[in-house]
């Protein structure tokens, strides 16, 4: 390899951890170990998937560890922390600890400092897309003390890495806050949707959005709706309270709707005014919200 890396570890072997390593060079000896295999149902069934996938089969941590200079954590949100804290007692001293997991920033650092204090160098990774079907070339963020020096590693292993800065958090940060607009706006067409399936007016639904719904970047729209709910959010939540109603008439839960209720509720009752431009409108509302805070 490029940076003379020979030998990887890969912690978890999911989704992400399989699709990796049927990805990345043959040249590396790659030794997996997956929680699971210490389920005596599971266990079998994970062995096959390291020899079908052509890697070796770790029976602890400790033992993919051993000898890996480069580490690749890709197990479930709920475990990275332990699997960090495990990995800090038998990872190389020299070892780059990349951290692929979608958790909180501060999950990262506690994981961070952990892993530092072991003498081994921790990596931030925020995964910015599914890992199928793009495998490596799925598009990285990356945060490290030697953000530079990390992303040349990754790179060298055929992933694509973008520099996020030297915080550790950073990328975490990004993929976490895009992540309340794209999960939320899945949850919001679910909500949506399978009410006008239940109603029967999927098609009507649909083609008012189409014709309502403008071309414009991200930011504008931001500006926009904050500038709506600063105006007009105390009848913009009546609205959405109606409309939980609806949701409710027809057996559905609605609490996109209900959420998105109280959400409006907060910001129209603050009676801010309007303010110009997506700057001075996020500083208006955060101000108040922190006086909130702070009452």
């Known amino acids: 390899m490029p940076d003379g890396a020979k030998n990887l570890a890969l912690i978890g072997f999911g989704e992400a951890g399989t699709a990796f390593a049927e990805a990345l060079d043959r040249a590396l000896r790659i030794r997996a170990f997956d929680i ?30 051993a000898d890996a200079e480069i580490v690749i954590s890709v197990v479930t949100a709920d ?51 599914p890992v199928l079907p793009r495998r490596l070339a799925v598009p990285l963020l990356v945060s490290a003390t030697d953000v530079e020096s990390a992303c040349a590693r990754l790179a060298s292993l055929g992933f694509v890495p973008r520099g996020a ?22 949850a919001l067409t679910a909500e949506c949707f399978l009410a ?11 083609a008012s959005l189409d014709g309502s719904w403008k071309e414009e970047s991200w930011l504008e729209r931001a500006d926009y709706n904050l500038d709506r ?38 910001l129209g009752a603050a009676n801010l005014g309007s303010a110009p431009g997506f ?14 805070e702070a009452a």
């Open 229 to 266: 709910m600063m105006l007009h959010g105390l009848r913009r939540a009546a609205e959405m309270e109606e409309v939980a109603i609806t949701l409710g008439d027809l057996g559905l839960p609605g609490e996109m709707a209900k959420a998105t209720a109280a959400s409006q509720r907060r």
């Open 36 to 65: 699971k295999t210490l389920d005596p149902a599971a266990a079998a069934s994970k062995r096959e998937a390291y020899r079908r996938h052509g890697i070796l089969g770790a029976e602890s941590l400790a033992e993919a560890l």
């Open 79 to 129: 475990q990275a922390l332990a699997a960090a804290a495990e990995a800090a007692r038998t990872i190389r001293p020299d070892a780059l600890y990349c951290d692929f997991n979608s958790v909180a920033p501060a999950t990262k650092r506690r994981a961070s400092e952990l892993i530092e204090a072991a003498g081994a160098v921790y990596v931030d990774v925020a995964v910015m897309a």
């Open 196 to 206: 006008c399936a239940r109603a029967g007016v999927v098609k009507e639904v649909a």
């Open 165 to 186: 800065g030297a915080e550790i958090g950073r990328a975490s940060t990004i993929k976490m806050l895009r992540s309340v607009m794209v999960k939320g706006l899945e």
């Open 279 to 292: 700057d001075a409108k996020a500083e208006r509302i955060l101000g108040a919200l922190d006086r909130q």
